[in-house]
């Protein structure tokens, strides 16, 4: 048990489709953060949510919409997807603003986009 | 922009044997983060390093900021089974408040009973 439970655990989906991707924390944190792992590259950050407002976006597609109704739970919009988008999707939260705090992670969703 | 390089990308050892992971950063580091994942899972936190010439251990696995704070590495002694997996080193990119790490593409140990 992470602390940070990520669902579903897998979903497949074709380019015409809207899905949305979930993340829920229990660690009382107050950032939360979308990233995305793809074979043979490192880990990119997507989206970092603080308080519940956004205050990055890594310049990612229009075609993922993240949204953060409470700094408990965190959610991602996918929407006419490519087949480039299938990765990892890995949820994180931290304690903003406390140093060098570690990031804790859920335990993702794969994604294959058909 | 920062980057991280990790080596080797992929090892494989016999039940016993020790081993070093390296990471390298080409900028200053301001904390250093270890973390472990299991293929297809989240990742686990191990250590996390921050000052020039810090050593942390845990169990067989110790880890290392050298005085520079531009490389670390992890070190396994006498490895197990349950060491396997993949490898990451992450990077504070804006001088250890804000949470948003960089990482490197994973070092995947792979260990033989």
């Known amino acids: 048990e992470t602390g940070v439970t990520q669902t579903p655990r897998h979903l497949v989906m074709g380019m015409t489709n809207k899905k949305s991707l979930k993340c829920e924390q229990h660690?009382?944190?107050?950032?939360m953060y979308w990233y995305k792992q793809s074979a043979k590259k490192p880990l990119e950050l997507m989206f970092v949510y603080s308080l519940e407002e956004r205050v990055e976006n890594n310049s990612v597609p229009s075609r993922f919409s993240p949204e953060c109704p409470n700094s408990s739970h965190l959610f991602l919009h996918l929407h006419t997807l490519q087949p480039e988008d299938s990765a990892l999707y890995l949820c994180?939260?931290?304690?903003?603003?406390?140093?060098?705090?570690?990031?804790?992670f859920g335990n993702g969703t794969r994604l294959t986009v058909t | 922009s920062q980057e991280l390089e990790q080596s080797p990308q992929s090892l494989i050892v016999q039940e016993g044997k020790n081993l070093t992971i390296n990471c390298t950063s080409s900028?200053?580091?301001?904390?250093l983060y270890w973390y472990k994942q299991k293929y297809g899972e989240g990742l686990i936190f191990l250590m996390m390093?921050?000052?020039?010439?810090e050593e942390k251990s845990h169990e067989k696995i110790t880890a290392k900021l050298d005085e520079k704070k531009q490389q670390s590495s992890l070190h396994i002694t006498a490895s197990q089974p349950s060491h396997a997996g993949i490898y990451l080193c992450g990077a504070d990119r804006s001088g250890g408040s804000q949470g948003n790490l960089i990482f490197g593409k994973g070092t995947k140990l792979s260990v033989k009973p």
């Open positions: 900028k200053t580091l301001y904390g």
């Open positions: 660690l009382g944190h107050n950032a």
């Open positions: 994180a939260s931290s304690p903003r603003g406390v140093y060098n705090s570690p990031l804790h």
């Open positions: 390093l921050q000052k020039g010439g």
